[in-house]
């Protein structure tokens, strides 16, 4: 096992979630009825589902849909197929999607989903099947108005191209709004593949302009070189930053040279050798070294409980920006406000993906689309006002962003809840 995946086991990513809302509450002296509605997930759906593989033999999968809360609109969130998938860490998820769609103030609750499996490890006909399968049996859950589906960790538009199809052919029509991130050519949008990266660098401007730092020429640390982190390292490069060192599952390299490495040719020896592992002009280093690398900005875009305790005190970053979901934990995180360091919490830094799924469902709605000027000039305003608002609350209240992030999320959520009133 790797050290990445150790970490990411060893912890309860629901506990670090409700243990960040109850630290939260206290300090904002949250109303106890809204408190505990936060604490609890509205649905939870557990499908155990048959799935025939290549050879002719069945297999039994386990997913799960999870719908935190929908005070503010449809419930909203990805599916991860991922080995280490569990209920907990799909709550977890699903309750970071209410927050995050609240600090961005986009009109959606949030949800998760996710199935136990290694996409790796299945054929194209497998994941096919699977898919269409595990669609069928979230069928009750999902749909337009109530709740939509989306990629996250290794699930791309193609899968989300099935879940449309499967949702659409029980229907008996097209429903591109059942799910975004889905191709161009069946209702996706522009710019939704490199939304959160793109999400993450307007949040890094901001708040590098805020700490007074040259972002030509400053280095770059990237954990993860999937959908999210690759995208940001290629925008920061454009922008001028050297990007030292990056991950992905199989291990972590660093530039032997100053001028660091280029992700743009990076991401196409990825392609082909399936890692980032061996790039010309690298060496292989350990995970936890290339979180302590000195750097200005580090960016965490794998899993959750990356960054611990024993990883938060060697890191030389000034700010760390959370492109991952839950990769701080909440040991580290202290200890990271108590080094000085900016970190911009995952959901603000990584809510640019969410955003442009936004976007997409409303093209999907009125069936009319933007290009993808429109689509980055929207998701910048839309970046740049949150990174403001959180800011605002982080020096009103001097504290860290997360807990600004929350603060102004949960009272979004709490408008909303008290405006409706409790049914009945
Ligand atoms: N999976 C992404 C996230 O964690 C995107 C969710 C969406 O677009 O609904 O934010």
Redesign the pocket.
């Known amino acids: 096992m790797l050290a990445q995946e150790k970490h990411h086991s060893a912890y309860n990513a629901w506990e670090t979630a409700l243990a960040q809302l109850d630290a939260v509450a206290a300090r904002m002296g949250l109303d106890p009825g809204i408190h505990q509605i936060l604490s609890h997930c509205k649905r939870q759906l557990i499908v155990c589902f048959p799935v025939k593989m290549d050879d002719g033999q069945i297999k039994v999968f386990t997913g799960y849909r999870v719908q935190h809360n929908m005070a503010r609109g449809p419930a909203?969130?990805?599916l991860r197929f991922h080995p280490d998938v569990n209920l907990d860490e799909v709550k977890a998820?699903a309750f970071?999607?209410t927050m995050?769609c609240a600090v961005v103030g986009i009109p959606y609750g949030g949800a998760k989903g996710g199935v136990i499996c290694n996409p790796k490890q299945l054929s194209r006909n497998e994941l096919e099947r699977l898919t269409r399968r595990f669609a069928f049996e979230i069928s009750i859950l999902i749909g337009p108005e109530r709740d939509?589906?989306?990629?996250?960790v290794y699930t791309n538009p193609q899968v989300m191209g099935w879940i449309m199809d499967t949702y659409s052919m029980s229907k008996g029509y097209s429903v591109p709004g059942v799910v975004?991130?889905k191709p161009m050519s069946i209702g996706g949008s522009e710019g939704r593949s490199e939304a959160?990266g793109r999400g993450c660098v307007f949040v890094i401007q901001e708040a590098a302009a805020v700490v007074g730092m040259e972002l030509k020429g400053a280095e770059v640390v990237v954990q993860g070189f999937g959908n999210a982190g690759s995208v940001a390292a290629y925008l920061l490069h454009d922008l001028g930053a050297r990007i030292r060192a990056v991950s992905d599952s199989r291990g972590a390299i660093v530039a032997e040279d100053e001028a660091g490495l280029d992700p743009r040719k990076l991401l196409s020896y990825k392609k082909e050798h399936e890692s980032v592992l061996g790039f010309v002009g690298t060496r292989a280093i350990r995970n936890e070294e290339l979180l302590c690398l000195p750097c200005d900005v580090l960016i965490p875009a794998a899993l959750e409980n990356q960054i611990t305790e024993e990883i938060a005190h060697g890191v030389r970053a000034r700010i760390v920006a959370e492109a991952a979901?839950g990769p701080t934990t909440r040991e580290a995180d202290k200890i990271l406000y108590d080094k000085g360091i900016l970190v911009l919490p995952d959901i603000l830094a990584?809510?640019g993906?969410?955003t442009v799924?936004y976007f997409e469902w409303v093209q999907d709605l009125q069936s009319f689309f933007w290009n993808e000027g429109q689509i980055n000039e929207k998701l910048r305003a839309i970046m740049t006002r949150a990174f403001n608002s959180v800011h605002g609350i982080h020096q009103e209240w001097q504290t860290d962003m997360r807990t600004a992030a929350y603060i102004l999320a949960i009272q979004r959520v709490a408008e909303a809840t008290k405006i409706r009133g409790i049914f009945p």
Request: hydrophobic share 35%.
């Open positions: 909203k969130g990805g998820l970071w999607m995050k939509i589906p989306a990629p996250d975004t991130g959160t979901n990584n809510a993906g969410v799924s």
